[in-house]
């Protein structure tokens, strides 16, 4: 599937941003989506996913619960609503879809489309 993303921007430190990534020509019917980001000289990280077919949600553990993935069906669109949003938020967040088995849903290896990726700045 082919994978926009968009939403990114600045935004001050307690802010909230919400990125969306949608798909052209396909569906993510039986597909996992996942957002992860990638700030300068760090890897790229699983932020939060979901299964589309059943709605399952999984989320780094990292997040304090700041972040909360859902799907729109109509608009075959996945959200990433980010809420208290605090500077080491900043990184470059790409979307991904793939299909893999349940355990394999946090490893970035196991999605095999990418977006191109929306750049979210937080200041201090």
């Known amino acids: 599937v082919q994978l926009q993303a968009s939403g990114g921007g600045f935004v001050q430190a307690g802010g909230s941003l919400r990125l969306s990534c949608t798909t052209s020509?396909?569906?993510?019917?039986?597909?996992?989506v996942g957002w992860f980001r990638q700030a300068p000289g760090r890897e790229r990280e699983l932020v939060a996913g979901i299964k589309w077919n059943s709605r399952h949600t999984f989320y780094s553990d990292l997040l304090e619960g700041r972040f909360t993935i859902s799907r729109d069906n109509a608009k075959n669109t996945v959200y990433l609503q980010m809420d208290n949003l605090k500077p080491e938020d900043t990184a470059v967040y790409y979307c991904?879809?793939?299909?893999?088995?349940?355990?394999?849903?946090?490893?970035?290896?196991?999605?095999?489309?990418w977006g191109q990726g929306t750049l979210v700045t937080v200041s201090s």
């Open positions: 991904a879809a793939g299909t893999m088995i349940h355990g394999l849903r946090r490893n970035r290896d196991a999605y095999k489309d």
């Open positions: 020509g396909s569906t993510f019917r039986d597909y996992t």
